[in-house]
């Protein structure tokens, strides 16, 4: 079954630990982003790679941290110093950087307790 | 960067009526704009785009119209029916990042 999955579904971290979101695709695709959605805000992009061992900050980049060392796989850490970690994380990937349709994953809901 | 407008933020319709969303962006260079539906719980699906050679595109019920010159796009849905209640977001990209930037996304209702 192809596609892009993320993993966990809902995630629960305490404040002052780093935590990793898993992104994974088996679209054979060559640009990953990583949208962080809040309500009323739209989709806002933290990160995005065009293809491996490469990846550009984007609008929100700020206490987030990426690697993309494997085409198919584009995890994400959401640091300590990131201040308001609480949100739906939406990865997604495509053929060619923004030219083309972008897939999504089903996302994930990081909650600080 | 890129920075992409829609309005209204919310919409409500009644059933049979149309619905019209519009896009504004900022970088003249950009060449590509989709709008994506996101339904509740669920991931944003593409619905319908179009590159900057057309002006106009339709898919059944659906359309989406590009005024390259005063850089807004706009979305329309036709004989609107109760599962075309969702948030749409529109997005552009090829300027000079090629990255994908979206807007705040719309709230459509559809009121039976």
């Known amino acids: 079954d192809g596609g892009i999955t993320q993993s966990p579904k809902y995630l629960f971290r305490k404040e002052g630990q780093n935590v990793t979101l898993s992104c994974e695709q088996n679209?054979?695709?060559?640009?990953m982003y990583w949208y962080r959605q809040d309500p009323g805000q739209g989709l806002r992009l933290i990160y995005y790679?065009?293809?491996?061992?490469?990846?550009q900050k984007g609008d929100i980049a700020e206490g987030y941290s990426v690697s993309r060392e494997k085409k198919e796989s584009f995890p994400l850490t959401v640091t300590s110093a990131q201040k308001n970690p609480t949100a739906f994380y939406l990865c997604?990937?495509?053929?060619?950087?923004?030219?083309?349709?972008?897939?999504f994953g089903q996302g994930t809901r990081l909650t600080v307790v | 960067g890129e920075n992409v407008e829609q309005h209204p933020s919310t919409l409500s319709v009644q059933e049979g009526d149309s619905a019209v969303i519009k896009c504004t962006y900022s970088?003249?260079?950009?060449?590509?704009f989709p709008w994506y539906k996101q339904e509740l719980g669920k991931r944003p699906q593409l619905i319908i785009d179009?590159?900057?050679?057309?002006g106009e595109k339709k898919d059944q019920r659906i359309a989406v119209t590009l005024n390259k010159t005063a850089k807004h796009f706009s979305l329309h849905i036709t004989e609107t029916q109760p599962e075309d209640s969702a948030v749409y977001f529109c997005a552009s990209s090829g300027g000079g990042n090629n990255r994908l930037a979206f807007g705040k996304g719309n709230q459509v209702v559809v009121i039976p």
């Open positions: 790679s065009q293809i491996v061992n490469d990846f």
């Open positions: 679209l054979n695709h060559d640009a």
């Open positions: 970088d003249s260079a950009s060449n590509y």
């Open positions: 997604a990937s495509s053929i060619q950087r923004g030219h083309t349709e972008a897939f």
């Open positions: 179009i590159r900057s050679n057309v």
